[in-house]
């Protein structure tokens, strides 16, 4: 039952302001963002082409991705504008002194 | 007005103390002007796809990759940070069958542009990249299907950019605005808040109510709007000085009621309408004026919270609402303590509202790199100001400002007399766009 337990995934330190991190979870990449309303997690390749969101750019709540621009709301995954049409995964966050937890939202199975 | 600026405790700066009216006329504005969608389209054609408009501020593009789309119209425009020391602006519109590349208007990255329909893409400075089944286009070449550029320069901290392929240098174009702004970079401040907002009227009745200060004493119940001072520097830019913290009972003898005339407000009154600042002292000292101390007061408080040294800032820079214009649509405040930038432009292709972006733009310290702007509130034209709460004092004036739009739009189409009349002095700016107006829509421009 690993998709439902919180796991350490990076300290605070680690995470500056205004900018993500790409970490390993249960061998899934998961992008967490430094956020002015906070942190947030979400999966890290774009829903349209699989492209890396970790090699785009955070902005505010927005990320966009480096190959076609798309723009997703880090707070929810929403995909915000073309290409990408279908949301991220969004995962929950917690923040206990200066560790990072993640608890990974099951994994949607492709045509499913 | 000029006597107050010349007689400060700390005297204005000498692109303040310059005066510059003529009288441009006093012929009617035909009332078509705000209300025809015929004039409206005829406006994107002649105007909007030819005069310098700013797009974003530089920095909404630190980095190469960064975007900013600009919508003007049935417009678009990408403008790109294309590498460290470049910004380019190019047609927001894919040049296979012209699907607009990139969505709504604001900031963005990306390392290429990639049109969500076919997949052809361009990299940042607009040359082709790539073009999925090459084969079936040998009649595309890399030179006829680049992207469209658009001209873009700087100026002030802001990108400014031009749809007209034939326009003049942005220099041209700005008259006095670099000369007098060279006592007051904008490009050393950052944006402290963004506020954008939908009015419902036609972009210039809407941008008229912030062009004169003849309307504070009935819009604002305030007793200074007689207190201004009104230039023309030529046919783009003109400017009010409004000052803040004085008043003349002399210049309100014909207005209606004894309200603000008699007895008139002592220095103490004075201090306390400034209060909403938020100032040290609550009293004015013997001797001094109520504007003194609230520049001195401002001076150390404003200069502590930013990291700013303004011990050498005149009282008029200090407190003074002064507003420069540039036409069409753009307004900049060099002031301290009310340190605009607006915006007013059609909201999308509707003659009947209009979009006002208000920019509160902040000293930053000496050598200090701009953080990141933050994201736009948006408020709908039934939203008041003071849902946004980065405005602080601020709300409620606007408010107060744009409380008239939609009475003056709907009674533009009901009056049966055909134009509006404006004052010789105190709407002598507003008679300038109308005249540099009419050369655009002439083709003369």
């Known amino acids: 039952m690993s998709d439902s337990t919180s796991v350490r995934v990076a300290s605070l330190r680690q995470l500056t302001p205004g900018k993500t991190l790409c970490v390993d979870v249960d061998d899934r990449e998961v992008l967490l963002c430094h956020t002015p309303e906070g942190i947030f997690a979400i999966d890290n390749l774009c829903t349209h082409s699989a492209a890396r969101l970790c090699e785009g750019k955070l902005k505010g709540v927005r990320v966009f991705c480096p190959l076609h621009g798309a723009a997703f709301d880090v707070r929810d995954g929403a995909a915000l504008t073309r290409p990408a049409v279908r949301p991220l995964a969004s995962h929950r966050v917690t923040v206990d002194g200066d560790d990072i937890s993640v608890t990974l939202t099951p994994q949607v199975v492709a045509g499913g | ?445």
């Not at chain 2, 005069?51 to 975007?67: F, I, K, T």
């Not at chain 2, 150390?300 to 420069?324: C, F, H, N, P, T």
């Not at chain 2, 409380?403 to 007399?417: D, E, H, T, V």
């Open chain 2, 1 to 445: 007005m000029a006597d107050t600026l010349a007689t400060d405790a700390r005297t204005a700066d000498s692109p303040l103390l310059e005066e510059s009216y003529e009288f441009l006329g006093d012929g009617d504005i035909p009332c078509s002007r705000y209300t025809s969608s015929t004039f409206a389209r005829q406006e994107f054609e002649r105007l909007w796809a030819r005069c310098w408009q700013w797009a974003c501020r530089e920095e909404h593009l630190p980095d190469a990759g960064d975007n900013y789309v600009y919508d003007i119209g049935p417009y678009s425009v990408i403008v790109v940070r294309s590498d460290e020391d470049t910004i380019e602006a190019f047609i927001n519109s894919c040049t296979h069958r012209g699907t607009r590349i990139l969505g709504g208007e604001g900031t963005g990255y990306t390392t290429q542009f990639t049109c969500p329909f076919h997949g052809w893409s361009w990299s940042l400075d607009g040359a082709l990249l790539e073009l999925p089944g090459r084969w079936d286009f040998p009649h595309v070449c890399e030179e006829s299907h680049k992207l469209q550029p658009v001209a873009c320069e700087r100026w002030g901290g802001f990108v400014f950019i031009n749809l007209d392929p034939d326009a003049r240098p942005l220099g041209e174009y700005l008259d006095v605005l670099p000369a007098h702004f060279n006592h007051f970079p904008l490009e050393q401040r950052r944006i402290r808040a963004h506020v954008q907002k939908v009015l419902p009227a036609n972009w210039k009745a809407a941008q008229e109510a912030f062009m004169e200060a003849y309307h504070n004493f009935e819009t604002h119940d305030a007793p200074n709007g007689a207190n201004a001072q009104y230039d023309v520097f030529g046919k783009y830019v003109s400017r009010f000085i409004h000052t803040i913290g004085n008043y003349s009972p002399e210049s309100l003898s014909d207005y209606p009621g004894d309200k603000w005339r008699a007895p008139p407000l002592t220095e103490n009154e004075m201090l306390q309408i400034l209060s909403v600042f938020g100032l040290d002292h609550e009293d004015v000292p013997e001797g001094e004026t109520a504007r003194a101390i609230a520049a001195r007061d401002l001076r150390v408080r404003l200069g502590k919270s930013w990291g700013v040294d303004l011990s050498q800032a005149s009282d008029s820079l200090m407190l003074d609402s002064i507003e420069y214009h540039l036409f069409p649509n753009m307004f900049f405040f060099p002031g301290i303590t009310v340190p605009m930038v607006y915006r007013f432009r059609p909201n999308g292709e509707d003659v009947d509202s209009s979009l006002f972006d208000i920019l509160i733009l902040e000293p930053l310290p000496e050598g200090a790199r701009h953080p990141e702007p933050p994201e736009p509130v948006h408020l709908t034209a039934e939203q008041s100001y003071t849902e946004a709460e980065v405005l602080s004092w601020l709300a409620p004036v606007y408010d107060e400002d744009t409380g008239n739009l939609a009475l003056q739009q709907q009674g533009l189409k009901s009056s049966r007399k055909p134009g509006i009349t404006l004052g010789n002095y105190q709407e002598v700016r507003i008679r300038r766009v109308h005249l540099t107006m009419d050369e655009f829509m002439a083709g003369d421009e």
